[in-house]
């Protein structure tokens, strides 16, 4: 009796001891919180160790074991029609607000669900349930695009598969099908999503023939350079859930088929050392102590090394392509985009790179919201059900989409 209480009581301790992470007063639910980066953390951990014993690669155990906590085949209520079809070979899940007789154009968002471009799927109950809200409550079609994940194929495979799919829907004749108004169409997406959706932009807006299809796009805490892991979010938010920045470089390192070798010299800049080729000149881009506001650079040093790793960039390329950091791109390639929304999190690795880009597309003439909540994590707007439900989740989403009602 006694050794079963000496042994429950070590189990609780050491559950507490991998659940507890101290949190910032500001954020809300912080229970909550941690026990979803804990389940997160586990499976990430259960993961790593099928790759280990050699069963299959962690990303693919991840994915499987976030969609087997919820995948939602096509359904349809009153307000939503919900089909899963191909477009130019690529699936996609279509989200049709309710129609009636004569009713005018429908608007439409192409989605592109974040995961780190390996995780997850439009048809996980998470995404599904997000454009289920977008088509009911502003009436419109959304197509959710199942572009293909690390590790079946890298970048830029993934913008091929938006690519084709978005251009596939903005035929006229399949808008036509859809009941889709061709002039209010925008291209949207949150984290990993949301550096397809740029990436997307980026590209369109530089084709004459496509450069007017956007009316414009909303960025959802977007992934948007690899330049720099040492912003002042990147500092403040290091060990941040549910994206601490050893995480983040991982997926990026994995999204180039990279080696997890270079991931501690990536931590500390070493992969845009001023002895590197080619990056100085783009980092000059991200120059954050020019484009952040004094509030937040205040109390940080930008990590410059004069001496760091020259290999990375050298094996690893793709770092400084603006297709895969939309950031970067140069200032011709912002100009003609249409106009933006960027939703950023106080808490959260990538705040910063969002706020960058909010910049310089104002300083390229761009029209932009910045939509930025000082108690919002990674992610949260996803998290708007019960377990799962947080109040910040449901402010970003509701903000989110009454400016996609106000704009599209
Ligand atoms: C970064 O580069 C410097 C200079 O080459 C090296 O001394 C240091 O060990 C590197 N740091 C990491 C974490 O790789
Ligand atoms: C960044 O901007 C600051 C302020 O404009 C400037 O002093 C600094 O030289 C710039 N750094 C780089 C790497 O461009
Ligand atoms: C989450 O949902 C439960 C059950 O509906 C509710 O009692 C709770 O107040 C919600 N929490 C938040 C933060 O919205």
Redesign the pocket.
């Known amino acids: 009796m006694r050794s079963s209480c000496v042994l429950l009581t070590a189990l609780v301790a050491l559950a507490a001891y991998y659940i507890y992470i101290p949190l910032p007063e500001a954020m809300?639910?912080p229970w909550?919180l941690m026990l979803l980066d804990a389940t997160f953390r586990g499976a990430q951990q259960v993961s790593n160790l099928i790759h280990y014993l050699g069963l299959s690669h962690h990303l693919l155990a991840l994915n499987f074991i976030i969609i087997s906590f919820g995948k939602k085949s096509a359904w349809s209520s009153a307000q939503v029609k919900v089909t899963d079809t191909e477009f130019d070979g690529v699936e996609v899940r279509v989200f049709e607000g309710s129609s009636k007789p004569n009713e005018p154009l429908k608007r439409s968002i192409v989605y592109l669900h974040g995961g780190g471009w390996a995780l997850a799927s439009p048809k996980i109950s998470y995404y599904d349930e997000l454009c289920t809200a977008m088509a009911e409550e502003l009436n419109a079609v959304v197509v959710s695009i199942e572009y293909r994940l690390v590790p079946k194929v890298y970048f830029p495979e993934q913008i091929h598969d938006v690519a084709r799919a978005t251009k596939h829907f903005l035929q006229p004749e399949v808008l036509q099908k859809y009941s889709v108004d061709p002039d209010r169409i925008g291209i949207s997406g949150d984290s990993a999503g949301g550096n397809l959706a740029a990436a997307l932009g980026q590209q369109f807006s530089q084709d004459l023939n496509l450069r007017s299809k956007f009316k414009l796009q909303a960025l959802i805490y977007p992934v948007l350079q690899a330049l720099d892991f040492n912003t002042p979010s990147y500092q403040q938010n290091w060990n941040t859930p549910i994206l601490p920045r050893h995480v983040m470089v991982k997926y990026w390192v994995d999204y180039f088929k990279g080696n997890y070798n270079f991931v501690q010299a990536m931590i500390v800049n070493n992969h845009t050392s001023l002895d590197v080729e080619g990056a100085v000149a783009l980092r000059a881009r991200l120059n954050w102590t020019f484009l952040l506001p004094p509030s937040i650079t205040k109390n940080y040093k930008p990590v410059v090394h004069t001496a760091g790793n020259a290999k990375i960039v050298q094996e690893l390329p793709q770092l400084l392509d603006a297709r895969s950091a939309p950031l970067i791109a140069d200032q011709e390639a912002l100009q003609h985009l249409p106009k933006t929304y960027i939703l950023t999190c106080e808490y959260d690795v990538l705040r910063d790179d969002g706020i960058m880009y909010a910049k310089r597309l104002e300083n390229a003439g761009v029209q932009v919201t910045l939509d930025h909540f000082e108690d919002g994590f990674h992610g949260c707007m996803i998290f708007t059900?019960?377990?799962t439900?947080?109040?910040v989740?449901?402010r970003t989403r509701n903000s989110y989409i009454k400016w996609l009602d106000d704009n599209l």
């Open positions: 809300g639910d909550k059900r019960w377990p439900n947080f109040s989740g449901i």
